[in-house]
């Protein structure tokens, strides 16, 4: 599957910031008569989820989704460039591993779907707008270490919790630790775990008020989801005009 594309679509954007900023092809934006081909990659797998606190006590896991669409500046695209790329610039992207860029900024990194196994059920949805990786194992298998900012909101259901319904909304920070697989140029699988640590919401309370940091007892708080994952992942060239 490929796809061609002029700067305008959300793929070609991503593209395109990603070459402006990692390799200095040009303004975003600018036309431009050569074509760059980057791989998109798509992934989606299941994810499963332990929140600590009363939430775990209840039932240890809760079940979900982590979707992945990225456009993907590697080293093999950044090298088929290399004359394209300023002269001051070309040792330090010479040196890049990778970059990658989501097109889609109101796309949820995971998803909570997860009915009632015993008491409780949870849907929902976080978004992680911002990230920043490190890798310590490169090609072919890869290791990275990670952070970003989130974004949860989560609807709780639950016949044993202290509350019936549990609107959670909050902001928070995540670590995370990813292994990535390729089986072929085309198809990767990641095993990973993130740990997603909020500001303190207690069950059945209020989104503005925040236990432990307002002086009440955290026994009854939600501020630690452990998020373990399996994602497939397909990859497919895109072509955009610079």
């Known amino acids: 599957m490929r796809g061609v594309v002029g700067g305008r679509s959300p793929f070609g954007w991503a593209v395109a910031v990603a070459a402006t900023l990692l390799v200095g092809l040009g303004p975003v934006g600018e036309a431009r008569a050569n074509p760059v081909t980057v791989p998109v990659n798509i992934g989606v797998g299941p994810t499963f989820y332990n929140i ?23 080293q093999e695209t950044i090298r088929a460039n ?15 591993d990778e970059a990658r860029i989501s097109p889609f900024f109101w796309l949820p990194d995971a998803l909570i779907l997860s009915p009632k196994v015993d008491g409780t059920s949870i849907y929902g949805a976080t978004w992680r707008p911002i990230s920043v990786g490190v890798p310590l194992i490169g090609n072919p298998v890869r290791f990275r270490l990670g952070a970003g900012a989130l974004l949860t909101y989560a609807w709780i259901d639950s016949e044993t919790l202290d509350a019936r319904t549990t609107h959670f ?19 990767l699988i990641n095993l990973g775990w993130s740990s997603r640590f909020y500001v303190p919401q207690e069950v059945g ?9 307002d002086g009440t007892p955290m026994d009854n708080a939600i501020w630690h989801w452990g998020m373990a994952y399996v994602m497939l992942n397909i990859r497919f060239p895109y072509t955009v005009n610079l």
């Open 169 to 187: 909304l909050r902001p928070g920070i995540d670590l995370e630790a990813d292994l990535e697989i390729p089986f072929a140029r085309s198809f």
């Open 82 to 96: 290399a004359g394209r790329i300023p002269a001051r610039y070309r040792s330090m992207a010479m040196q890049l």
């Open 52 to 74: 600590t606190g009363p939430v775990a006590r209840d039932q240890p896991w809760h079940f979900g989704l982590r979707l992945r669409v990225q456009a993907v500046l590697d």
């Open 205 to 213: 309370g209020r989104i503005d008020a925040a236990p432990g940091l």
